[in-house]
């Protein structure tokens, strides 16, 4: 283990005993209850406990007579197209000067009301949405009945430290357990019903699913199977669950369900999938009866304690990279109980912090997996058949959200998807980029997209977002500052890089009131009029076009560089101050100071961009401020979430850890989902990344330690958090000040690492040799070696 390995070092060098990096045992990561959740739909969004293997999600209900796992597979959604008149959100027929139109009247007036822009560009309301569209379905409830009428000693817990759930309780004398996880490693969900007396466990087992598609169930060798087709667009589903006991008598049912009785222990095991495939037209492939019976089958030949082994050891290896021990002391009171007393009791408080910091990390692991679809806006997790903005990808800020905390809190794997996807976009993205704009080379997305490759317009005034590709691949390429894995830049990312950069070199205007490059028509997400240049197009377009530059650069495409370089010349960066001191959302100084809409996308460039920072532009980061205190704290989960890593990017540890305890007390649900309301997950990973940004930043180049502690994190330890440049950190802290800094770096590049340590004299140290260092104030630099790991005390 580095991290281990590194403690060691810092023990024998120091020779005082150093703090264990494990800093969340036993009850502090678990999330616990006294009761069910109510088996209603507000139960299942409030209180269900959610497991997951990034393909399937479950959600633990705990019902003692009535047990419920409520389960998804990400690729059972409506719309698409199997519906005849699917469409990409392309135009029906070609609309020719329609764009030209809409340019003229913006440069003509200044500026032209969203309506407008959506009855000449948008999409014609002629179908229901949901129709074409479609959204993220529930795929089905495996139902368990027990004869247990009365009961003590109940407990349902999710403990994320192993990724296993658990529902106990006494009846009859009996003490019985349920243990449920989603295994990555096996490809389904498993139970185990248990009794702590042999042949107590009778119960019956059924699947049930929703009634928008039709349904066979049958039930053979313990072996259920329900199979059949969405009503709409005829994907084809099938789900099979295998009911194993140990002892007692098993019976398959007529009606597809399976009761046994006796039984010392009951093993389950579940697998869902559909004959999707992420294949652009059709998005259609095999039939899944054969993967889905394979993978039953697989699974169900080894025993609970094997899958489990493999299951825990496979997500440990994700979750336990990273700690974060911020002092807290858990009382000994469910969960729902230690949030609704949040800000009563400060380590109380702590506590709950360190466990939404790793219930986000979790929830990704659970939600987003190579070889699947990445985490939707609500993961993997929807019980409805028309969820809240189709629990789809909204390409405006929420995936985005979803993977900010992927590689800063060590979890790279889980960003695959998020890759993959938006390279699938690609292809329908020329299309729409073509047939909407008649632009000849790169790709388009605009707010909001499906399973099914909906690159196209929206039938809603508020959603018009060309930028959207152009900010999902910059995040790409932020992914390979983390890694520096060139082969990936080569590979997955500089392509989408360059097909979003080639589409827009033929998009941009020159605005004739400057000669400057534009986004045109342009908006800042979900407010005010279409205008030219809006601040967050254009500092999405400069992060693009340096980006793409960067990496043409690495490659050695100089010709592309060359053109990137050209339009940076000549685009407006999108940094303005206007007359109440406010960083200007728009081009033209109009921002209205009363205005606290929920969407403040011109901090781009704060977060998750880099124009502004206190330390390299402190005039904008001041109008940063005074734009953010004008829009106020107020927002819905995802704003909240966002608004702490703004205030961590302007280095205002207070601020931002009030805008977490306003998340914790008014945005999230006593299962600790976040809430928009309704439920939303992006608010859980804007706040895990919230919180990691108060700790650790590395956009700047600098390696930037505790940049935003806040008072209440006085003394604390993290360990295996990620910086750009392929650099691993733990800190120890004490008082606000680093008493230690571990790093271990990936490359042989030097580093640059900045904190107020630095003021007194520190040792640098590599197995067990002092290293060379400089320093100018806050920081440090040193030259380092691949794979070395590096301790930095003060010098005593
Ligand atoms: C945008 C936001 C909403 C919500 C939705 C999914 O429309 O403005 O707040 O996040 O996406």
Do not use: C
């Amino acid at each position: 283990m580095r991290r281990r390995s590194l403690v060691v070092l810092a023990a024998i060098l120091m020779t005082v005993p150093v703090p264990v990096a494990e800093a969340n045992p036993g009850r502090d990561m678990v999330l616990w209850y006294d009761e069910p959740a109510p088996d209603t739909n507000q139960g299942w969004e409030t209180r269900s406990l959610p497991i997951g293997n990034g393909a399937m999600g479950a959600t633990i209900f705990g019902g003692v007579q009535a047990e419920r796992l409520q389960f998804n597979e990400k690729t059972l959604w409506t719309g698409g197209p199997g519906v005849s008149d699917y469409n990409f959100g392309n135009w029906s027929e070609p609309r020719p000067g329609a764009l030209d139109a809409i340019r003229q009247r913006v440069i003509n007036e200044g500026q032209v009301k969203p309506e407008d822009v959506l009855a000449s560009l948008g999409l014609k309301s002629d179908t229901p949405r949901h129709r074409r569209f479609g959204a993220y379905q529930s795929f089905g409830d495996l139902r368990l009945a027990f004869p247990h009428t009365e009961f003590t000693d109940y407990r349902r817990e999710l403990d994320i430290s192993r990724g296993v759930a658990k529902v106990s309780y006494r009846s009859g004398g009996v003490g019985y357990t349920r243990e449920y996880f989603a295994t990555a490693q096996d490809d389904v969900v498993v139970a185990r019903i248990s009794a702590d007396q042999p042949g107590k466990i009778t119960m019956d087992t059924r699947i049930q699913v929703p009634a928008n598609r039709t349904s066979t169930a049958t039930a053979g060798d313990g072996r259920i199977t329900v199979a059949g087709a969405l009503a709409g667009n005829g994907l084809r589903y099938e789900t099979q669950a295998q009911v194993n006991n140990h002892g007692g008598t098993r019976t398959d049912n007529a009606d597809g369900s399976v009761s046994v009785t006796g039984a010392n222990e009951v093993m389950l095991v579940l697998a869902a999938g559909t004959d999707y495939a992420n294949d652009y037209p059709k998005y259609r492939g095999e039939d899944p009866h054969k993967r889905v019976t394979q993978t039953v089958n697989a699974a169900q030949r080894r025993s609970f304690g094997i899958l489990q082994y493999r299951h825990v050891a496979d997500y440990r290896e994700l979750f336990g990279r990273m700690s974060l021990n911020l002092g807290g002391r858990m009382p000994d009171l469910p969960t729902d109980d230690v949030l609704a007393a949040y800000g009563k009791d400060a380590a109380a408080d702590r506590a709950l912090e360190q466990l939404f910091f790793g219930y986000g990390r979790y929830l990704l692991i659970a939600s987003s997996r190579p070889g699947s679809l990445p985490a939707n806006l609500q993961g993997v997790w929807n019980v409805l058949e028309a969820p809240p903005w189709q629990a789809d990808y909204h390409l405006n800020i929420n995936i985005q959200m979803n993977y900010f905390p992927a590689d800063t809190t060590n979890l790279a794997e889980t960003a695959e998807p998020f890759a993959a996807y938006v390279d699938s976009l690609r292809e329908p993205g020329r299309v729409t980029a073509r047939e909407m704009y008649g632009v000849k080379q790169g790709w388009v997305a605009h707010h909001a997209s499906n399973i099914y490759g909906w690159t196209g317009a929206w039938d809603h005034p508020a959603y018009f977002f060309p930028e959207s590709g152009a900010w999902l691949s910059e995040q790409l390429y932020d992914h390979y500052r983390f890694t520096l894995d060139k082969r990936y830049l080569a590979r997955q990312a500089y392509p989408v890089m360059k097909d979003t950069a080639q589409f827009w070199l033929e998009f941009l205007q020159t605005d004739p009131r400057d000669g400057k490059f534009v986004a045109l028509p342009s908006r800042s997400p979900e407010i005010g009029p279409h205008t030219a240049g809006a601040s967050m197009s254009q500092q999405i377009l400069w992060l693009l076009f340096t980006d793409v530059r960067e990496a043409a650069e690495t490659l050695g495409d100089k010709d592309f560089a060359a053109k990137a370089s050209e339009v940076l010349g000549k685009l407006d960066p999108g940094l303005r101050v206007g007359n109440w001191g406010q960083l200007q959302e728009w081009k033209a100084d109009i921002d209205d100071p009363n205005e606290t809409h929920r969407h403040v996308s011109h901090m781009f460039a704060l977060h998750p961009g880099k124009q502004i920072s206190p330390r390299t532009t402190p005039e904008l980061a001041a109008a940063a401020k005074v734009s953010l205190n004008a829009r106020t704290d107020a927002g819905t989960g995802w704003s909240k979430a966002w608004k702490i890593n703004f205030w961590a990017r302007l280095l205002d540890g207070d601020r931002a850890h009030k805008l977490l305890a306003d998340q914790l007390k008014t945005s999230t649900l006593p299962n600790l989902w976040d809430t928009h309301p309704p439920f939303q997950i992006d608010g859980n990973f804007g706040a895990t990344a919230g919180m990691t940004e108060m700790l650790l930043q590395s956009h700047l180049g600098v390696v930037d330690v505790l940049p935003a502690l806040p008072a209440g994190w006085s003394d604390g330890q993290v360990d295996g958090l990620r910086g750009r440049g392929d650099v691993t950190v733990g800190v120890t802290w004490k008082s606000g000040v680093p008493t230690q800094i571990r790093l271990e770096t990936g490359n042989g590049d030097a580093v640059k690492v900045r904190s107020s340590m630095f003021r007194n004299a520190v040792h640098v140290f590599s197995e067990g040799r002092l290293v060379p260092h400089t320093t100018d104030g806050d920081v440090l630099n040193f030259a380092t070696r691949n794979g070395a790991e590096y301790l930095i005390v003060p010098a005593r």
